[in-house]
């Protein structure tokens, strides 16, 4: 009864689709969606050249699992069933705007994720912010755990960024923060008379 209690209170949630990883990370809900809309007003620039990114840690990351409905299900569904999943399983998500770039593992049950991992990546896009968003993955969907953001225009005149962000967060009564390092090198070469304008990638000469 519980279950198919859960799966109606889903379907009526599921008006409103999913966020889908590795299309957009563009946020739907009323809150984050409009303070997206809001920043897509901004100007935007061409980020283009060479980009490091460290995620180091996260801390007091709000609990999505815990004792309730949903962590029942998932535990109905997991193969493990002497694993029981009481706590948030992070992962970050690296964004320009609303393109995915990069994301890091996921850690089971942490709510002080230590990922330590380094990311580098060519990037030749046209945006305003990089995006750092926290999600907790889940059997049955996922749920966003905080996000944090740059100005691209700061990584390029700074070109080395070592920061603690505090995390915007839908739940309430924490504080979540992530510890990130940016390093960026710009490109600057001029665009030869058989290369791809505003592209990263210049064309191959033919032998």
């Not at 999505?64 to 109905?76: F, I, P, T, Y």
């Not at 850690?107 to 990546?121: C, G, H, S, Y």
Request: charged share 30%; proline share 4%.
């Amino acid at each position: 009864n519980e279950y198919k209690s859960y799966l109606r209170e889903m379907g009526k949630a599921g008006e409103r689709k999913p966020l889908l990883v590795g299309r957009s990370t563009r946020p739907h809900d009323s809150v984050w969606g409009s303070e997206y809309m809001t920043r897509k007003k901004e100007s935007s620039l061409y980020f283009r050249g060479d980009l490091k990114v460290i995620v180091n840690r996260a801390s007091n990351l709000p609990n999505a699992d815990g004792n309730n409905l949903k962590s029942k299900v998932e535990s109905w569904l997991s193969l493990d069933k002497r694993s029981k999943k009481d706590l948030s399983d992070p992962y970050v998500n690296i964004c320009i705007d609303d393109h995915k770039l990069l994301q890091t593992k996921v850690i089971k049950d942490e709510l002080n994720p230590v990922w330590n991992e380094t990311f580098q990546t060519e990037v030749s896009h046209e945006g305003s912010y990089l995006y750092f968003w926290v999600w907790d993955d889940d059997t049955v969907g996922k749920e966003k755990l905080g996000h944090a953001s740059v100005k691209l225009s700061e990584i390029i005149e700074k070109r080395v960024i070592r920061r603690t962000l505090d995390l915007m967060t839908p739940f309430d009564k924490c504080k979540p923060t992530l510890d990130v390092e940016i390093e960026f090198e710009p490109v600057t070469e001029e665009v030869g008379l058989f290369e791809v304008t505003q592209c990263y990638f210049p064309l191959s000469r033919v032998r």
